[in-house]
């Protein structure tokens, strides 16, 4: 039953790291937001129908889409195992399940797509990536499997005249992170008093609070703008400053311990992204500076 808003908006992988994050935003905004995913999480807005559906079961896809008829879609939900999704067969899996539900979607009266795509689908080599001069020479299943949905969605757009666009994501922290990635882990280490094991540090990446890139994701799918577009903040950031940021909060310099634990092979010196398309053609900009973020991070561990 619909409750009179025009724009319906689906999330797939609602319970995820950004997914859970753009279901207040987009009830902010007129939207009648409908949420799907593997999992029930135990903490969900209320006001929001919640559907838990595996998409890629293409039955029950199809029940779903049918059911809501949505008009617009926010698509992330992927293949998501810490250590294992990079080269997951799995993957191949969800370039199949998403194909089949953005055919379902267009087959419902689906007037708007946006998708989640990775800084992965780049040439890692290249350094500062952009959307129309990096290419596109991925060194994993993951983006390998990201990229090639990428260039179906947009096929699909051009034939069927689907408005759509795919944001590829860099680096991101904050509420409800996995708590082995890299700034939770070190939060969750210093807040219990251990030593923070980090490699040289040296590394330079491009970071977002995962706020903000909900935030940028809504503004995307609010936008016209057609395309792949980095969900960046265009700032180099060095992994040691991130750390450091989180210590300096906590107090805790003195027990961060860099070049204590090898860089991973193969680790890239420097991927940042150019924000330029989505700061100067969907007209977004973060709200978090780094401190602010990773201070608001803190707090919630």
């Known amino acids: 039953m619909h409750n009179g808003k025009t724009m319906r908006v689906l999330v797939t992988g609602a319970a995820g790291f950004v997914g859970k994050h753009c279901l207040p935003i987009l009830m902010s905004k007129n939207f009648e937001v409908y949420a799907a995913d593997v999992f029930v999480p135990e903490e969900k807005p209320s006001g929001v129908p919640w559907h838990a559906v595996d998409l890629l079961d293409t039955r029950h896809t199809d029940e779903l889409l049918a059911a809501i008829q949505p008009t617009h879609l926010l698509h ?59 290419p596109l020479v991925p060194s994993t299943l993951y983006g390998t499997c990201k990229n090639a949905l990428q260039h179906l969605l947009k096929d699909f757009s051009r034939v069927t005249g689907l408005s759509s666009a795919w944001g590829r994501i860099f680096f991101l922290y904050g509420p409800y992170e996995n708590p082995n990635r890299l700034v939770s882990s070190v939060i969750l280490n210093l807040l219990q008093n251990k030593t923070a094991l980090c490699s040289h540090g040296n590394q330079i990446r491009d970071f977002l609070h995962v706020e903000d890139v909900a935030s940028a994701f809504v503004a995307l799918l609010e936008s016209n703008v057609m395309g792949p577009v980095n969900i960046a903040s265009g700032r180099p950031v060095t992994l040691r400053e991130v750390v450091l940021a989180a210590a300096d909060y906590l107090g805790a310099r003195e027990r961060v311990q860099f070049g204590a634990i090898p860089a991973p092979e193969n680790d890239p010196p420097l991927i940042v992204g150019d924000s330029h398309r989505l700061a100067d053609e969907v007209g977004w900009h973060p709200e978090y500076d780094l401190a602010t973020g990773i201070a608001q991070t803190v707090r919630y561990w």
């Open 76 to 134: 992330f939900a992927w293949y998501a195992k810490p250590g294992d999704y990079w080269n997951s067969l799995e993957n191949i899996r969800w370039v199949e399940g998403s194909l089949h539900l953005l055919r379902a979607f267009h087959r419902n009266g689906g007037k708007r797509v946006v998708m989640a795509g990775t800084c992965a689908e780049y040439d890692w080599g290249a350094g500062c990536c952009s959307e129309d001069v990096t």
